[in-house]
């Protein structure tokens, strides 16, 4: 009686073994079949939304289905659906001459027309597009023949083109897909005039993207992208190991974080890469509070942060240091400004200067009131925990008490609408936004930046200054305007450069072609083959 | 009392503690921190100007009354409108709807998983009490339980899936999809019900009707049966009450395999404040563990009369 149960059971493991195993073979010969045409790409985030006119959906995403009349290179802005454009001589009025033969991929032509309908579009929806400035000063726009498009704006607005190339909202969905003849509450379909036509999508899980086969300009080189949906880095990299997916891609350790990042690159096993950087990681101090009040302390801070301490040891050296807010390569930002080099000698004595002595619990205090600040941080961020540990060691060096608070993100905004913090991570947009967006953003209450910058005596002239410099024409004049601009800022040292971000790949062995965009946001799918 | 009376009073008494679950589930959401209006329009990367706060306020209905906004919602919920996601605008109904289903697969695969291993380990243990067996059974499913359930998956993952490539990584594509996930979820509750059948397996071995059957000479097979039997019932009802548990407890496993369910929709729903989301799902779950404590009452009342007559004393 045992025997047989004994066999019974050994037959059953048999049978399962089999079953496992013959799954498993199944799964090896359909990768061994043939060349690849389909590139898989994790990511922890759906691409939820992407109708090309809001801000619901995942950039890259946006960006490979819809396209705008310019974009923006490393050389400047280039032609794209527009071949060339005119501008008057007063900088108000923008005349594209469009690209012919253009047609959505559901088959509606891409004209003048089309152009006018979806600029409307977004117009009628200013509200959600405060954050950006040309939204305001366009005046009217018309369409001249069924190739030429006109823009007419209220003042001649200098980051017009630069505006138009970004990834949302100036670009262009179908006709057909607009409901009562507007985007702003949902479209009846996703159909753009880019290389890539979005198949399928289920919600949370994958997005299937092929390629557009009508496509106007060079044709993607695979056939397909599935953007698969991995809410679990460690999972993300289980599936590269495992061949299920071809590329990790991401910037500020959303996709990958730094250590995984540079463990992967000393393994060896896979390809990785690094871009140029492409946007400023600082920390703000707030000239708004008692004790960062002072521009000596501020500067003292500076000093006493060890920079390269943090891109060594917390960032694996994969960011570079920034000595300024701005890298010199980002336009109109190659100005000669001091470089604030780690020296806590020199912050001791700023602060020393300052009338902060330090007493024998270690400490500092002027009257009585101890040297201390609260850095906050968004608590989903691990690696901003980490930097800001750093710091506390360093600031701890030179007598001042650091806390360090992770708040839940909505928290931290809100932290950064009242002021309330002395010192608070701040990031900026990167190309193309940077400088223009970035700075034009200080003018926003609800940004940190502004209720830091409060504390300044020329605040006042500041915003005023970046409200005439994004309508100044001359070039000349403009530079000079960045200059006093950002020269003012470095002076109060409201800002404690730290590094300069870049995006980071991973990706098989087998995926060639993976180049990086002027965004951090977007991702050159179309060049990349197998 | 009938059967009968029973359960519909039974069913009754649930009405006010929907009605609770309701109240308290709505009034969590508007205790959060942060203005709700405002959470909208960040989570959909916009700046939050005057303008626009005071528009999107009066899309939500924020500029009325507190009881106001729950009547108006819990009407909507009655009628299964749980109203739409902030992030996209689709509604929460249609997508509680769609991420349901995969997670009571996930959940029911779970628990029969859970049957299937911990009422053997419960009998091996039991009838072979401190012999090597059940040493070896007990330490296995003690350290089994220790581990963390992200860990365990994840060295799963790696040697069922990466290292000899024998089941998928991710996602429901297949059915072979659901093997890891089910016994990650598992692997917490396996020993927990082992110990608990092991248990009352033990106290029915030791039970007056068990020395007189063996007296009376009958099978042991038969003996078996019959401790076996009298000892499931407890187990039965913990097993029944942890339904809901490991449907709401699925946060972590769906994450990790990228499990199309509810689980996941509730985090992705915290992560971007889609405060709809979340009510509907805090609402869900206290729906579910009322209903299956009413549920397992029932069944208890069912199989032993004396449980119906309990409320009258």
Redesign the interface.
Known sequence: MRRRNGLWALAVMVMLLATLAGCGNDEESRSAAGGRSELVYASTKDIRDINPHLYGGEMAAQGMVFEPLVINTDTGVSPWLAESWDISDDGRVYTFHLRKGVRFSDGEPFNAEAVKMNMDAIMANRIRHAWLDMINEIERNEVVDEHTYRLILKRPYYPTLIELGLLRPFRFISPRCFVDGQTRNGVSGLVGTGPWILAEHKDNQYALFTANPDYWGEKPRVHAVRWKVMPDHQSIILALQKGEIDLIFGADGDMLNLDTFAALKREGTFQTAISRPVASRAILLNAHQPFTREREVRLALQYAVNKRGIAEGVLNDSETVADTLMASSVQYCDIPLEKRSYDPARAAALLDAAGWKRERDGWRYKNGEKAAVRLYYNANNAQERTISEYIQADLKKIGVEMRIIGEEKQTFLDRQKTGDFELQYSLSWGTPYDPQSYLSSWRIPAHGDYQAQTGMERKAWLDEEITRLMTEPDEARRRAMYRDILTYVHDEGVYIPLTYSRTKAVYARRLKGVEFGLSQYEIPFEKMHF | MGMLTYVLSRLAGLIPVLLAVSFVSFLLIQLS??DPA??VI????????P??LA?TRTQLGLDKPFLARYLHWLTHALQGDLGTRH????PVAE?MA?ALPPTLLLAGTAAVVILLCSIPAALISAFFEGSLPDVVLRTLLFVSTSFPT?WAG?LL??LF??H?????????EEP?SLILPSITLALPYISTYTRLLRGSLLEAKQQNFVLYEKTCGLRVTTILRHIFRNSLQTSLTGLGMSLPRLIAGTFVVE????W?GLG??C??AI?N?DLPVIQAYILLMGILFALFKAFMEICAALADPRMRDRGKK
């Open positions: 921190p942060g405002e959470v960040r989570v959909n990367a916009l700046t939050p100007t303008e626009l528009e992030i996209d605008g689709k997508e769609r992200f994840l993952l790696w899936s990466v000899w490539d024998l089941l998928p990584l991710s996602g429901l072979r994450c990790l395999f990228a199309p996941r929709l985090v992705s992560f404040r």
